[in-house]
């Protein structure tokens, strides 16, 4: 999506909310967009974070995609605990549902748990989605920083590192 697609996505999502502020699927589509677009301009996390909480109620606590986009927000928000247990539970509930997919995009961005302490960075001015792989190469110095199709939502903006 193009920086004025996606500009122009959020105003409708925005004007969409006006009309029906309880319409959890356009505050979840807005939520992820604010959590995590290419272009820092139009992130804003704790925008996201109330949009996304909010979904979250209206679906009753249980949606694992919600999980997500929640956990998403809460990493662009600064908020890395909450990410982090969010993400924890997204996982246990895409299992419950057999959705390995996504489960499994859930353990691809928790931490290890047998690291003792994961260091955390402030998020930088200029952020791209990267995998976790692409991250680990990035901070051993072997790869340049790569936008790619599939964020890893708590890897990317260079919110965690290991």
Known sequence: MQKHQTRAAIEQWESALALDANDGNTQSNLAWVLATAPNASLRNGI??????????????????ILHRTLAAAYAEAGRFDDAIATAERGRALAEREGNRELADEFTAVLPIPTAPTLPRRQP???RRLITRSAC???????????????PSWLWANGHLAR
């Open 47 to 64: 925008r996201a974070v109330e949009l996304a909480e909010r979904a979250l109620k209206l679906a009753g606590g249980v949606s694992p």
């Open 124 to 126: 930088a001015t200029a």
């Open 136 to 150: 680990e190469q990035e901070l051993e110095g072997r790869a340049p920083r790569a936008r790619v199709a599939q």
